[in-house]
């Protein structure tokens, strides 16, 4: 395992030694949001347990980002449960794993989807990626290199725990975006992704997205339990990035097969991605601004 992680790391150094000039590249401790030439930001997003929100936030935060101008590609790299087309409503031909084959490349599998969302598809038959040789996984990763020339963030949607596939992708990406709900087991299952994170020495940002809290007291708990445990026992320093309210629009868009920012882009979810956003390329911590639906939640709340 050990011995994947670092030579997708190596390869990955190497791409960044070669591609961005020997200049530094944007990292949210710097808080700067200009694209550097070849320095594609990326930020791997996964997660102890499935069903959390991860490929819900991928997609609307390439959405907001993309509307703020950033150009972003979204890899699909969920091995079990490929969804980012699902989500978009599309389907695509050719997938992540067909650039092991020889006579196709990036412009093939870079899908232009709707809302601005460019994407390179896990499909299907991803569960037998753990099967490609050596010099395949390479082939993939180099080929993958060249995004960099077509974004300014790359987000990789790793799918849930710490299977070997999902693991690689993390070690390789350059910031990690932990998604956690306030369950109990979303909780333990983040601090178990945690410890393998500790075990092969990761050394990148980690940030911590609640999904689906009722309110910012829960949020904030939610948050401080886990990055707590994680300095205490493993003697790692997290970051919060901020939260995501649970809001039943978001359970809308998935079945009508339309991504909330386009779909209920004035929801409290949608506001809350759209702070993620800002404070993902700002450095800063997010602030959401939750109008009068917001009002009416907490007024509501505290009634009873
Ligand atoms: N903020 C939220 N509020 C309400 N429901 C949510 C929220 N985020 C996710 N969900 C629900 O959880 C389901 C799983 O989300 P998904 O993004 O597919 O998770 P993952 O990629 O982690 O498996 C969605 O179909 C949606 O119904
Ligand atoms: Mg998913």
């Keep these: ?30 808080g700067t949001s200009m694209p550097l030439p070849g320095g594609a930001r990326v930020i791997a997003v996964t997660s102890g347990k499935g069903g959390v929100g991860k490929t819900n936030l991928t997609v609307n935060l390439a959405i907001a980002l993309g509307k703020k101008g950033k150009r972003v590609i979204i890899v ?39 809302y601005g969302v460019s994407y390179i598809s896990g499909g299907s038959g991803m569960e037998h990626a753990g099967e490609l040789t050596v010099m395949q996984r390479q082939m993939i990763f180099s080929k993958l290199s060249a995004c960099d ?61 609640v999904n689906r809290v009722y309110d910012m007291v829960e949020s904030t708990e939610t948050a401080s339990k886990l990055i707590c445990t994680a300095e205490r026992f493993l003697h790692m320093e997290l970051k919060s990035l901020g939260f995501v309210f649970d809001d039943a629009s978001m359970m809308k868009a998935v079945r009508r097969q339309v991504p909330l920012l386009a779909a209920y882009p004035d929801s409290l979810a949608a506001k809350c991605v759209e702070a993620l956003a800002n404070s993902l390329l700002s450095g800063r911590p997010q602030r959401v601004k939750l109008g009068w639906q917001g009002f009416l939640r907490k007024f509501f709340h505290n009634m009873h």
Excluded: C, H
């Design 149 to 209: 020339e077509w974004a300014d963030i790359i987000l990789v949607d790793t799918g849930a725990g710490v299977g070997r596939n999902v693991l690689d992708f993390i070690m390789a990406s350059d910031e990690v975006l932990l998604v956690i709900t306030p369950e109990p087991t979303a909780l333990t299952d983040g601090y178990a992704v945690l410890k393998s994170y500790r075990q092969l020495e990761a050394t990148q940002p980690i940030r911590l997205v």
């Design 76 to 114: 699909d790299a969920d091995l079990g449960t490929a969804n980012v087309d699902v989500l978009l409503g599309t389907s695509s031909r050719n997938t992540l794993l067909s650039l092991a084959r020889e006579n196709v490349q990036l412009e093939d599998v870079l899908i232009r989807g709707p």
């Design 1 to 30: 395992m050990e011995d994947q992680a670092t030579r997708l790391r190596k390869l990955v150094e190497r791409k960044i030694s070669g591609g961005a000039g020997g200049l530094q590249k944007e990292t949210a401790q710097g």
